[in-house]
């Protein structure tokens, strides 16, 4: 493991990265970067690079987990064992179940499940790099496949954490950050109805500090939602081009 | 977790909600009568059980001596576990921990690791290389809504009735002596879980709220106030300013359990 660094924040207020405290990282996101799934997703948040895959609605197996009255979202969060630092076993930790399904729940909310009865909607997260924020890039790209499969849905779903390192409040907590800053909040939102779909947090905050640093997160998203509309239709403006 | 609960019932449930009402006469933040009753297990090195209507959580604690890990070698290690026993409801199954149960342990343990409940470096017999290892098997024995709260209090509860042995070094080897020690404990994190139903927020659901509820949100805070963890559960949402009343409520609730139970 690399040494820990003794301050987070240094005499300017520039975090380890040279980012201000509510600077987000570089993203950059890709929609429809897999042939076979029906909708895929790719996204490189800083180092994070995660791959999500939506297939669906489809035939449920085992059939008597099937729903008479809606869909059925499946979701799995997984690390590749060479995405972090130590390898990571490849069976599913305890972690990875936990963020399967608050991710799941997540997403729950922004799909009209009732359209698709008896039907499974499968989402399958490979995390290929991890780098800090993991569940919130995950949960942006993941609501990207599904749009690009073509799923109605109320909004994109856009996560993103803030936290607080040192003293300050900072935005999109990068790997370190994360490990030894003081707070972790990440957040889900879908910025058309102003819904939070997914919170987190662990650390401690006061009172004051925990609304900054939802609200800071709130407007993260907002900055997220913005490429992700972008790279939505980069994708599909390209095709037009194409049979044009 | 499903089970059956009719339609009617349901929105009943919803419709009284709406008013402020609820159909076992509370007001929307009471909770349900609390017991906690400690150092139930003599076996264990510390427990307790705690009632929540008739929600019932036991947990035990047990230490044993391990490897720190390699990011915090001067610490003692907390693990905590938790089973939906097949007896606490026919919705339980037994076999492996399922995500319910994942994430019931992981919440109650978010709660007293990110509080700093317990002095952890306190548990460091040879850094690097000894600590203490402290398991915390939660118990839920009957599920009648609101496991998070009452299996938080129950391993917090237990945490606090727990006894540390006496031990010497010896040539490399740790001896154990006579005599015990209280676990080294400075905070008391209570966690308070809302249910949203109708667009309003109630604290401590029972099973029946639980059936109904769009979506669960868990805020553990500590003896002063702070937020120290939070998860979101279930397949609907919050707007923001809910999420920031309830972390208000959560902690005011929190002071009066534990004025409640003098800790």
Known sequence: MSQKPEKLIDKKGLRLDGRKPNELRQIKIEVGVLSNADGSAYIEQGKNKILAAAFGPRELHPKHMALQDRTVLRCRYHMAPFSVQERKSPAPSRREVELSKVIRESIEPSIFLEYYPRTAIDIFIEVLQADGGTRCASITAASLALADAGIPMRDLVVACAAGKVDDTIVLDLMDTEDKIGTADVPVALMPNLNAITLLQMDGILTQEEFERAVNLAIEGCGKIYALQKEALKTKYVDIKGVEE | MASVITRVKQKQIAQLIAKGKRLDGRDLTDYREVKVEQGIIERAEGSARVLLGKTEVMVGTKIEIGEPFLDT???????????????????????????????????????????????????????????????????????????????????????????????EMEEGEVETRPGYNPLPMRRHPIAVTFAKINDKLIVDPWLEEEQVMDARLTIATDDDGNVCAIQKGGSGYFAPKQVLEAARIASEKAEEMRKKLDW
């Open chain 2, 73 to 167: 070698p001067n610490e003692g290690v907390l693990t905590v576990n938790a089973e939906l026993v097949p007896l606490a409801s026919s919705t339980f199954e037994p076999g492996p921990p399922d995500e319910n149960s994942i994430e019931l342990a992981r919440i109650v343990d978010r709660g007293v690791r990110e509080s700093k409940a317990i002095d952890l470096e306190k548990l460091c017999i040879e850094p690097g290389k000894k600590v203490f290892v402290i398991f915390v098997d939660v118990y839920v024995l009957n599920h009648d809504g609101n496991l998070i709260d009452a299996s938080a209090l129950a391993a917090l509860a237990a945490l606090l009735n727990t006894k540390m042995p006496n031990y």
